[in-house]
């Protein structure tokens, strides 16, 4: 059974520009959890999307955004960079009935 | 306010000894305490998760304890191997299909 896959691996990016995350869940995952790892501040949930919903949104500014497409997968898009949005962007996936979130290996994602 | 505290921040521990992490939590509503652990380059990747009702769960080399009035829980590893030398985080949540309130997490090595 294939994982939870993210692209890109790496990316780097300039102050104000911005970008797109991309995450396929696994086979049958129907839910699919963003989260951030930054230096220091470990990790902290930013989005969750069920069904094509947005469920869920922790406490990040409106330019981090996304949607999760008919297939499951999903996208992150942040807008108007900023240095401290370097970080690794993990998504993580989950079926249905209250099953336990797996998660891919990230997008490790720098701010020049 | 941080929701789940984990301690110690890091822990250097003989080949074949016990090797703790405790962790606490506040908001008496989460209702799932998984364990992730992460090598570097890697995703967390779930090891081990237990519910309030239970005062202990063991899988392997690896045993939680819950202590549910004092709002705090534990992961034990028995035997510890250079091969578990990674990060670990305690995580809590209302389910498992819940976000994710994850500790800072703990850098364990296992001396060979």
Known sequence: ?112 | QQQVKQSPQSLIVQKGGISIINCAYENTAFDYFPWYQQFPGKGPALLIAIRPDVSEKKEGRFTISFNKSAKQFSLHIMDSQPGDSATYFCAASKSRDDKIIFGKGTRLHILP
């Open chain 1, 1 to 112: 059974e294939a994982g939870v896959t993210q692209s890109p691996t790496h990316l780097i990016k300039t102050r104000g520009q911005q970008v797109t995350l991309r995450c396929s869940p696994i086979s049958g995952h129907t839910s699919v959890y963003w989260y951030q790892q930054a230096l220091g501040l470990g990790l902290q949930f930013l989005l969750w999307y069920d069904e094509g919903e947005e469920r869920n949104r922790g406490n990040f500014p409106p330019r981090f955004s996304g949607r999760q497409f008919p297939n499951y997968s999903s996208e992150l898009n942040v807008n108007a960079l900023e240095l401290e949005d370097s970080a690794l962007y993990l998504c993580a996936s989950s079926g249905v009935s209250n099953q336990p979130q797996h998660f891919g290996d990230g997008t490790r994602l720098s701010i020049l």
